[in-house]
Each structure stands twice: as structure tokens, then as C-alpha cells.
């Protein structure tokens, strides 16, 4: 909860009520981001003495890390580090609306993907941005809070791929275990909890364009559906890792409740460098860390646990020696397990800057969002359009394959936003779009209403790979995502544009005067706007990640020469070690992936409880 409202109130209206430039409001956001006197102060203290060794060290406090250290902290025989190369969270972060500011701070870690000339060609360096949490809480900090689990198919085939209990008969009791649901038309359904850690909401806020984007989803055929229930395919408002309207991070849901356990450490600003292996005997026996130019050395008795995410994570174990044998060897790394570390490297995309004409004032604009009555309705109610997260209205889930199955396995996701990218000029920032697209396509619509929908692949047929550059823990290493390698990747973000044509061209959304913005994107200008050739040429140069990087440490049996890790989730060939976040996915679920992670989370706790002898 949102602590000492006199203060706060002060603070957020002088920061936005008195800049006239967005440029300001920026500045304003980063300076209250980075300040540590406005950390929230449950969550769990620097520790300022560790001890030599502990029974598990967890690497990553994102949303993985969080879970586990909670979990394993239950026994307090346990003694439990978990270590953080980011910084504190802190009450800024807690606003839904701010969601896309906060990668402008030093809580991102900033990733790009290497340059291309097949995908984020219209973005700056032609690369895509990848932000990623460096923060207590990491990507559960940053993200836009919607929380999707996917679909029961998703669950089952990774077991039919022979990882045995990730069923989704395995799995549901995980989701539920996580869930503190407040929806309360749907509380009594047998997917949901409401005793978890987790709040799972509604936004108390939504706009009229939402209404109407929901209603002409109907008008074409589309039922209103609880996509975490019994079925996916349908349309709904979001649901969202929020309480009351503020962002429910996985740091606020699970670490602060377990602050005071005496047997919990964490370790902020500390850069895990290497994990520590016994090169004869491939026992794990700790990790090195770096802080504030110093390097220090800690033991784990059990295991060290590595969460730190689909590009940290195998970053990590490359430069600790375990990966591809002749990658390893090119940059001078001792190799202690060959294995296929990087590969398999998966993320949802859309189709960006997809944007609608409105003629009625009913879209999300920064300029009406930062007001002093909507200010005033947050901070005394939680309310109003600052709990809008970062802009993110509505989702439609769609099957092509099956379109008239309703509880079909849907291969695309519409989502919905309530403005556009001229609705707050920073949005163009995210996703790095250059000065000459801006220019020539938004520049002359920002006086005006608007709305944007990204046709977004649900599950992609092309995977890339992350590779080190350097065997120098600070350099970032080299992002290969190979979107639209396979060509019915495009196929389906096509047929997703032309499905958003058909629902915008409802009664409900022509009642607002909906028209699609016609500009043509810098370098598609030679095919007719719309066509099949326009929109593949758009998806190439505005190429939008959704956020969901998954699979370098790809889960399987013994005998998936690909696997990493084994069904429960142990690195191969290496003892005491095990991988626990996206980065173990087989293949991407049909979700935004935060919830899954959660799950994975609660249930690799689950494991590391029952190999060792205590009753999960």
C-alpha cells in the first residue's frame, strides 16, 4: 500500500501538475524512481553481514526469486541468501500508469537485440529493446501487470515433449496456489484461489474506448470470457497482478511478508559473477559476487538456485563453463558441461503502432491521465485512470486454426490500447522508433484522439539465441531473436491485422468515428497501404516485443539433447544446481509469461522441498 499520503500527494503534484514539457514529467519520474528514501519500507533490509556459507543461495530477486526465497525461508532450519544485482523497489514504481517510464531508469537493464535487416528495421540501430528488471521484484516491476496463464494445451504438450508433471492437471494446483483472486464473478470457479500471495484484479479504472473495443468484439462474435477459467478464446478486460490499484509486484507479494524471518538474507546491488563448481566433482558449492567494485565469495551446503531469467540466467552459466563447448572455448572459458545453453530462445511479438482515428475525446492521453483530480482520486481512492496499466485495456484471444471453437488454442492475441503512440510522447521511447517514422507518420496525428491494437503471436514457430560476447561478466551478451525466420509466423500477425480490421469496423467502435491511421511507414510506401505486402513490411520495421523472452535453458528429458535442465529442473551434468524461472520453458506458452513464471516458481520450490526431505 501506498504509504504517507500528505507527503506523496505533495511530491506527484509538483512533479506533474507543474511541468508543461513531457520531457519534464520524465525527469521528474526518474528522480523520485532513483531516490531511496521513498523505498517501501517492508520490503526485506540490505543485509549488511552475510554468512559464510548457507544452505541456498538464490540468484535473481525477480519474479522467480522472490517465490523461492519465500518458500524456502518457510523452514527456518533453512538459511536462505538471495542476491540482487539491482536496487530497492520503491512507491514510484507502484503506480500501474508510470508502467513504460520506468525504463528510462537505472532499475533496466537496457538489453538490445543485435541489428537486423528482417525485424525492427524502423526502430533505432535497427534494433529492438528489451527491457528487463534490475530491481528487487525485476521484471514484475516493469512489466504492464496483465496476467494470463495460457492454455491447458500449452502445459500438457511440454509433458508430452517428456517432462513428466508439467501437465496442466500437474500445474493448475500452482496457478491456484499463487492466485489471491478478488474478480468476483468468477471467485467461485474451480481455477481460482483467493489465499494466495498474489492479487489478481481488475483495473479499477477503464476507459470508454475500452467499452466500445469490448462491445464490437462481441458484435463479431467473440464472447466475454475469463481466459485464466475452463477456456481462453474471447474477449476481456485485463486481468492484472494488481491490489487496490496498485501494482502487486513479485517482491511486494512474497518478499515482504517473509522481512522479519531471521533466516532470510538479501543482498541488493550484488552482481552475481560466476557460480562456483568443483571442476573434478561438478558440485555446485556457491557463487561470486560483485559489489560497488568489490568481490566476495559465499557457500551453499545444498544448492544455488539460479533466477535470474531468460538472458541472465544462461549468460550466467555460459561464463561459469557450462554451455556449447566450442562457443565456450572461442572466448577462453573453461568448459565443465557441454551443454545447448542460449538456444531456443522464444518471445511473443506484434505488429506495432497499429493505430485507429477517434472522433470522441475518450482516449487515454497523458495530458488528461496527470491531472490534479485524477491525482487526488489515486492517491485518496487508488482509483481513476492513473490504474490503468501503462495504457492496456482489453485482450482478445483467437484460434485461427479453429476459429468457430470456442475452446480453441489460440494462436493470437489482440491487445487493445486505450491510446496510441501520440497519447504520451515517450511511448515512441520504448520501443525505439526512429525521429524519421515519427516524423512522417505520428507527428501529424498527435492533436487527436486515438487508439492502438497490437496483433500479438501467441505461439511463434521461429526461435533465435543468446551468445556471450565477452567471458567479461559486464558485457552484455549478444541477442539473436530470429523473429519471422518462419514465414507462418507473418502469416498469422497477418491474419491477426485483418481481424482487428473487421472488429474496428463494428457498430460499436464506427460510433466513435473509428478510421484507421493511413500515413505508410518510412520504406513500405511502395506497396498499396493494407495489403498483405504493406503489413509484412510494417511488422519488419515495427517490430514490438511484448516482453516475454523464455527458453535458453529449455527443460527436458535425458534424452533431449536441447534440455538443459531436467523436469525438476536440475542443470544436466552439474550437482546442486538448478535453473527456475522462463529461461526453463520448452516452448512459449500461449500467455504473457509473468504468470507461468510465478507457477514454475511455486512449484520448483515445491521440488527442491521434496528432494530434500521436507513435505512441500
Avoid at 572455448?329 to 558441461?337: A, D, N, Q, R, T
Wanted: with cysteine; proline share 6%.
Amino acid at each position: 500500500m501506498i504509504r504517507s499520503i500528505f507527503f506523496w500527494r505533495c511530491l506527484m503534484i509538483s512533479v506533474f501538475i507543474s511541468s508543461s514539457r513531457q520531457q519534464s514529467i520524465l525527469e521528474g519520474v526518474i528522480k523520485l524512481v532513483m531516490e531511496g528514501e521513498y523505498q517501501a519500507s517492508s520490503e526485506p533490509e540490505d543485509a549488511q553481514r552475510l554468512y559464510a556459507e548457507y544452505d541456498f543461495i538464490v540468484v535473481g530477486a525477480g519474479t522467480a526469486g522472490c517465490v523461492i526465497a519465500n518458500r524456502l525461508s518457510e523452514n527456518p532450519k533453512w538459511k536462505v541468501l538471495l542476491i540482487e544485482a539491482g536496487r530497492p523497489e520503491n512507491y514510484v514504481m507502484d503506480l500501474p500508469i508510470v508502467a513504460n517510464y520506468l525504463q528510462f531508469t537505472e532499475s533496466n537493464w537496457k538489453y538490445k537485440t543485435e541489428p537486423s535487416d528482417k525485424y525492427c528495421m524502423g526502430l533505432d540501430g535497427q534494433q529492438c529493446n528489451w527491457p528487463r528488471g534490475k530491481v528487487i521484484g525485476g521484471s514484475s516491476v516493469l512489466n504492464y501487470m496483465i496476467y494470463t496463464r495460457g492454455n491447458r494445451r500449452d502445459y500438457d504438450n511440454w509433458e508430452k515433449l517428456g517432462n513428466t508433471g508439467w501437465s496442466f492437471a500437474d500445474v493448475l494446483p500452482y496457478f491456484k496456489k499463487v492466485e489471491n483472486f478478488t474478480i468476483d464473478e468468477y471467485k467461485n470457479s474451480e481455477y481460482h484461489n483467493d489465499k494466495g500471495y498474489l492479487s489478481v484484479s481488475y483495473p479499477p479504472y477503464k476507459s470508454k474506448v475500452a467499452d466500445a473495443i469490448i462491445e464490437a468484439s462481441q458484435q463479431n462474435g467473440f464472447p466475454y470470457v475469463d481466459y485464466n477459467g475452463a477456456t481462453q478464446v474471447g474477449v476481456s478486460r485485463l486481468q492484472v497482478s494488481m491490489r487496490d490499484g496498485v501494482r502487486e509486484s513479485s517482491s511486494r507479494a512474497y518478499l515482504h511478508p517473509a522481512r522479519n524471518r531471521s533466516n532470510l538474507h538479501v543482498k541488493k546491488f550484488a552482481m552475481v559473477t560466476k557460480i562456483l563448481i568443483d571442476p573434478t566433482t561438478k558440485q555446485t558449492y556457491g557463487v561470486e559476487f560483485e559489489r560497488f567494485g568489490r568481490f566476495y565469495s559465499i557457500k551453499a551446503s545444498k544448492e544455488v538456485i539460479l533466477s535470474s531469467g531468460a538472458i541472465n540466467s544462461p549468460q550466467l552459466l555460459m561464463l561459469s563453463g557450462i554451455g556449447p563447448k566450442k562457443h565456450l572455448k572461442e572466448l577462453g572459458i573453461p568448459v565443465l558441461k557441454h551443454a545447448r545453453v542460449g538456444f531456443n530462445l522464444m518471445d511473443h511479438i506484434a505488429l506495432g503502432g497499429l493505430t485507429f482515428m477517434i472522433d470522441k475525446p475518450y482516449s487515454l492521453r497523458i495530458e488528461r491521465i496527470l491531472t490534479t483530480e485524477s491525482l487526488g482520486m489515486y492517491l485518496n481512492h487508488h482509483k481513476g485512470p492513473i490504474s490503468v496499466p501503462g495504457g492496456c485495456e482489453v485482450l482478445l484471444f483467437t484460434d485461427f486454426e479453429h476459429p468457430n471453437d470456442t475452446d480453441g488454442y489460440p494462436d493470437m492475441e489482440l491487445l487493445f490500447q486505450g491510446g496510441s503512440l501520440v497519447s504520451d510522447p515517450l511511448l515512441r521511447k520504448d520501443f525505439g522508433i526512429t525521429d524519421q517514422i515519427y516524423e512522417k507518420v505520428y507527428k501529424p496525428i498527435e492533436p487527436a484522439d486515438s487508439f492502438m491494437v497490437f496483433p500479438m503471436l501467441m505461439r511463434p514457430k521461429s526461435s533465435g539465441r543468446i551468445m556471450l560476447k565477452s567471458k567479461n561478466y559486464k558485457v552484455k551478451p549478444m541477442i539473436f531473436p530470429n523473429y519471422f525466420a518462419d514465414k507462418k509466423d507473418m502469416d498469422t500477425i497477418l491474419k491477426g491485422v485483418r481481424l482487428v480490421l473487421n472488429i474496428t469496423s463494428q457498430p460499436a467502435l464506427q460510433k466513435l468515428g473509428t478510421k484507421i491511421h493511413t500515413l505508410p511507414i518510412p520504406g513500405c510506401e511502395k506497396y498499396t497501404f493494407a495489403s498483405d505486402e504493406y503489413f509484412n513490411c510494417m511488422a519488419r520495421h515495427l517490430t514490438f516485443t511484448i516482453y516475454h523472452q523464455s527458453g535458453t535453458c529449455k527443460m527436458g528429458p535425458k534424452s533431449d539433447k536441447k534440455a538443459v535442465v531436467d523436469p525438476r529442473l536440475r542443470v544436466y551434468g552439474i550437482k546442486g544446481l538448478r535453473v527456475i524461472d522462463a529461461s526453463i520453458m520448452p516452448v512459449i506458452p500461449a500467455a504473457h509469461t509473468n504468470a507461468p513464471t510465478f507457477m514454475i516458481a511455486e512449484k520448483g520450490a515445491d521440488m527442491i522441498k521434496e528432494d530434500w526431505g521436507m513435505k512441500a
